[in-house]
């Protein structure tokens, strides 16, 4: 193999293999990946690294010196091969390959097919390279390649991968809802979701293009340029920082034949609201801090949300439900609703934020609800319960943290329901390790069901919950319950 002549391959490969040193070509793809607004790509990322991290130490400390093979005798390479100094340290197995198999085995869990073979493709020049170049035997790069292989895989023991988008399994084309220009299109916008724009003036109408430009666009205006360059009949109505959401939205729903949220998952979740009383298709388009519920369907970039407006296929998902037999508004959530703790933190967070921005806010919020958190007694299907945290899932999540993140169906017709329940105190450090690596299952008190429904009867008066992250009070005995395929939402058409 060094002895081979591949013409052109001698300046290439070298350098790439030189690149690949302490392996700053993967950090530097994965620092590209992390730039982009694309969910997949950023987990990818992060999860090849992860792999680079586990397998880099395991061939380097351990491997090298436990065989102690020598390195190859570079007679027979080319001088052009070998311009840089030879590795000095012990051959078996090859670092280079280790890495670059781990970094390819992560992206490839996470990222789609465009990204993950060109990676693979990349990891398996460099692996050739060190042959190539005469600083491995090729049995040095198989081993690297197999050690950096099973490190990438084995990230799925504490960090299980997700599926890329949640299967809806009814699906209808609607051609006749779609204009190519945005006709019907009523889009409102919260440039407050996800600390994005904050404070810009309202405009309303057609194509209406925003005042009061800053030097810099925001995260919001590039949204809207795409929208607007897409489709020029589009209806823009932005909410004002004094504005009622809900009015607003109320308003637009009246006006659309499909209506457009952008912004987190709190907005996406009052314009479902707003489609559902009158019964029109939702297009939700990502501007929030995490856009689970988008990012379920496919939709991660304004330009996905084009797309599947632009495909016509509609998906009829379910949508929780929770009720009071007092009376009141139906409240819903499309992804989870908490109690308990994560309500406290969530309402001590929103208290903070203005004073000291989201994450700081959220770090003194949960810390304040570590120590301060109390259980709430309740009755949960007949049964008394002592609660410390609960999450209630519309639809069964794969992941196993305090609030889940992904799905692999929006319309499975049942709710997951996960509590930590205790007859005594909690035990506060242990249970919030549980949360935070994803392992509730073991904490003590911990129980999880799947149901269609749940009834809960607090016996302290009024309960707070937390849907899909905006805090809601609720009075007297609460049904939480599935309406199955209440909601139209578009989404790209599924791959065949």
């Known amino acids: 193999m060094a002895a081979a002549h591949l013409p052109g391959l001698e300046y290439v490969l070298p350098r790439l293999s030189r690149f690949a040193d302490h392996g700053v070509l993967w950090f530097t793809i994965a620092a590209g990946m992390g730039l982009t607004r694309r969910a997949t790509l950023r987990r990818a990322a992060l999860r090849g690294a992860v792999g680079i991290a586990v397998a880099s130490p395991a061939v380097n400390l351990l491997g090298k010196h436990a065989f102690r093979r020598k390195r190859p005798v570079v007679d027979l390479v080319p001088p052009i091969r070998i311009r840089w100094k030879l590795p000095t340290s012990h051959a078996f197995p090859s670092g280079h390959s280790a890495s670059a198999a781990a970094f390819a085995a992560g992206v490839a869990m996470e990222a789609p097919r465009s990204v993950a073979v060109p990676v693979a493709a990349t990891a398996a020049a460099v692996a050739f390279a060190r042959v190539y170049t005469g600083a491995h ?94 489709f020029p009949k589009v209806e823009i109505r932005r909410v004002a920082p004094d504005e009622d959401i809900d009015k607003v939205l109320e308003e ?168 930590i329940t205790t007859g005594g105190r909690v035990p506060r450090i242990r249970a919030l390790a549980a949360v935070l690596v994803g392992h509730l299952h073991i904490t003590p008190g911990y129980r999880s069901w799947d149901s269609g429904e749940m009834d809960l009867i607090p016996l302290n008066g009024r309960l707070q919950v937390a849907r899909d992250g905006e805090l809601s009070k609720v009075a007297g005995a609460v049904r939480f319950t599935k309406r199955a395929g209440a909601l139209a939402v578009f989404c790209p058409r599924p791959a065949r």
């Open 252 to 419: 637009a729903a009246s006006k659309a034949e499909v209506l457009g949220v952008i912004g987190g998952d709190g907005t996406i979740n009052a314009g479902a609201r707003a489609a559902l009383r009158h019964d029109i298709p939702l297009l939700p388009i990502p501007g929030g801090t995490f856009d689970h519920f988008a990012r379920a369907l496919g939709i991660e970039t304004p330009a996905d949300a084009v797309a599947a407006y632009r495909d016509g296929c509609l998906a009829r998902i379910d949508v929780g439900s929770i009720t009071s037999r007092d009376g009141g508004e139906e409240l819903i959530f499309l992804n989870t609703a908490s109690f308990g703790a994560y309500a406290e933190l969530v309402h001590r967070r929103e208290r903070l934020q203005d004073r000291l921005g989201k994450w700081p806010a959220l770090a003194v919020a949960a810390t304040r609800t570590l120590r301060h958190s109390e259980p709430l007694d309740m009755v949960v299907d007949g049964r008394k319960r002592r609660v410390w945290m609960a999450f209630v899932g519309n639809g069964m999540y794969g992941s196993r943290g305090a609030a889940p993140t992904w799905r692999e169906h929006l319309d499975d017709g049942r709710l997951d329901i996960r509590m």
């Open 137 to 230: 035997y090729p049995g040095d790069v198989l081993a690297g390649l197999g050690i950096g292989a099973l490190a990438g895989i084995g990230t799925r023991l504490v960090w299980p991968a997700r599926p890329p988008v949640a299967r809806v399994s009814r699906t209808v084309p609607v051609p006749s809802t779609v204009s190519e220009a945005g006709q019907g299109l009523f889009v409102v916008v919260n440039g407050k979701a996800g600390g994005g724009d904050q404070g810009r003036p309202q405009e309303s109408g057609r194509g209406s293009r925003p005042s009061g430009r800053a030097l810099m666009p925001g995260r919001t205006e590039l949204d809207l340029a795409v929208l607007m360059r897409e």
